[in-house]
């Protein structure tokens, strides 16, 4: 997590948790597949909290090595999944699992859709509020941050505001879930709406296997919100994930961010008691629209809007699915024959056993990058 004299942002508090609420991943999978990429220097993903025993991230070759008891959640060194893992992991499991393995894994294409909707996102959260840079020195320091971006977001929307970028987070099957929301708002009928924005590359609505993956990003979002509403989440839960030790005290920028924000704290579990409390006694009522906005990159213009179904059976049938694989329970899996179009322009398709194996997953995952065409 943070390191000493790393800093985090806070919209006069914060984009919070490090979640890709941009979600440009499929955008990828557009991109024309005449230019070649290669592997980029490896380092830990933004859920990884250790890289392997040599400061390098565990290769596809050395995980064979590992333990059979051995979990994805072991071998990448996760203590927490985000939203984003489970809704790529819903387009290619086993693309979400070469991620892990080989993080940094981007061609320079790639990276600037990414820069591009996190530049809109930006824009749009500054629309509401400034940012204020809080220097933290510990992990429970940059978590202090991600709480005190809650506390003050909770009463604007209790006062019928607008807020972006909400940290979400709850223990979902065995294993923590945090993300982001884009929007909430309430609607004209006194409706609590979650607004998903995705920007798009052309200016065309995604092809149904996207829609797909984005339905099922918000409806967790949701699932998770709720559950915080809801009272479900604890801080047992959040503190037996994370390790983090609710005792030590919090670093002078964070305390002094906390009093100007109203709020004497000096420990971080001071601060969750005031959150959980605030989460639970506010009336903030569950999710009740789900809506996914498509905007083009280039002229911000709007392609479409989606309203998405929220079935609560199919969210949960599909997580304990996908959480299967993460507690090692199951191996990844690759696309259906059906959606085979997916491997065209995926990064992993030279080393994929998968589609080697014409649906199998072979024994040797020797990584190799890409070569260029």
Not at 50 to 67: F, H, Y
Request: net charge negative.
């Amino acid at each position: 997590m943070s390191a000493a004299g790393e800093e985090e942002t806070a919209p006069a508090e914060s984009s919070g948790f490090s979640d890709l609420s941009d979600s440009e991943l499929v955008e990828f999978l557009e991109l024309e597949d005449s230019q070649g990429s290669g592997a980029s220097g490896s380092k830990p993903g933004p859920s990884s909290e250790l890289p392997g025993k040599d400061g390098k991230a565990v290769s596809l070759q050395d995980c064979e090595k590992q333990p059979a008891a051995s979990s994805p959640m072991q071998r990448f060194h996760l203590q927490y999944l985000y939203v984003t893992d489970l809704s790529t992991q819903s387009w290619c499991e086993l693309q979400t699992a070469y991620g892990k393995e080989l993080p940094g894994f981007v061609t320079p294409e790639k990276a600037a859709v990414l820069d591009t909707g996190t530049s809109i996102h930006l824009a749009r959260e500054l629309e509401l509020h400034d940012l204020v840079t809080v220097p933290v020195t510990t992990r429970e320091d940059a978590w202090a941050v991600k709480f005190l971006n809650i506390l003050s977001m909770i009463p604007i929307l209790q006062s019928a505001g607008r807020i972006r970028e909400f940290p979400v987070f709850a223990e979902v099957e065995g294993v923590l879930l945090v993300g982001v929301i884009d929007e909430l708002h309430y609607t004209a009928k006194g409706e609590l709406e979650l607004a998903e924005l995705k920007t798009r590359r052309r200016p065309v609505l995604p092809l149904n296997a996207q829609k797909k993956k984005d339905c099922f990003q918000v409806s967790l979002y949701k699932y998770i919100f709720d559950a915080m509403v809801q009272g479900k989440v604890t801080p047992a839960n959040l503190i037996h994930h994370t390790k983090l030790c609710p005792d030590k005290p919090l670093g002078p920028s964070v305390q002094r961010h906390a009093r100007q924000g109203g709020f004497s704290v000096k420990s971080l579990g001071d601060l969750m008691e005031l959150v959980f409390l605030s989460l639970t006694l506010s009336d903030l009522p569950a999710i009740d629209i789900l809506k996914i906005e498509y905007i083009h990159q280039e002229t911000a213009s709007l392609l479409g809007t989606e309203i998405v179904a929220f079935e609560e059976n199919e969210v949960r049938g599909r997580v304990q699915h996908y959480m299967a694989y993460w507690r090692g329970q199951r191996e990844p899996q690759g696309v259906d024959i059906e959606e085979a179009w997916k491997c065209r322009t995926c990064n992993y398709t030279d080393i994929c056993t998968w589609k080697k194996g014409g649906g199998v997953l072979g024994s040797s995952l020797e990584p190799q990058a890409k070569k260029a065409r």
